[in-house]
Nanobody, 113 residues
Framework: QLQASGGGLVQPGGSLRVSCAAS????????MSWVRQAPGKQRELVAS???????DYSDSVKGRFTISRDNVKNTLVLQMNNLTPDDTAVYYC?????????WGQGTLVTVSS
């Protein structure tokens, strides 16, 4: 199970931190990612982190977002800085290993003045 939290309303230029609590599977052995979906748009892979330390970001968030994981607390975090209205979306956490794939319920991030 994946439980995302931390979404909310933030002004442009602001920061927000979203978290994903994992349970029921061996968190440390899964690659984790954040995927977002804006209204009327397709899902977009925002950031990913392997079960090691390798990370990757979409060009749209590179330099502004930071993904991290705590394999002891079974938690995935996305720190988002310098937010813009284009970052408005529902953010989902995803766990993947082989053909196993889990999704959280999503948390809404709204960037607006």
């Amino acid at each position: 199970q994946l439980q995302a939290s931390g979404g909310g309303l933030v002004q442009p230029g602001g920061s927000l931190r979203v978290s994903c609590a994992a349970s029921g599977f061996t968190f440390g052995s899964y690659a984790m990612s954040w995927v977002r979906q804006a209204p009327g748009k397709q899902r977009e892979l925002v950031a990913s982190i392997g079960h090691g330390i390798g990370v990757d970001y979409s060009d749209s968030v590179k330099g502004r977002f930071t993904i991290s994981r705590d394999n002891v607390k079974n938690t995935l975090v996305l720190q988002m800085n310098n937010l813009t209205p284009d970052d408005t979306a529902v953010y989902y956490c995803n766990a993947q290993r082989g053909n196993l794939n889990f999704w959280g319920q999503g948390t809404l991030v709204t960037v607006s003045s």
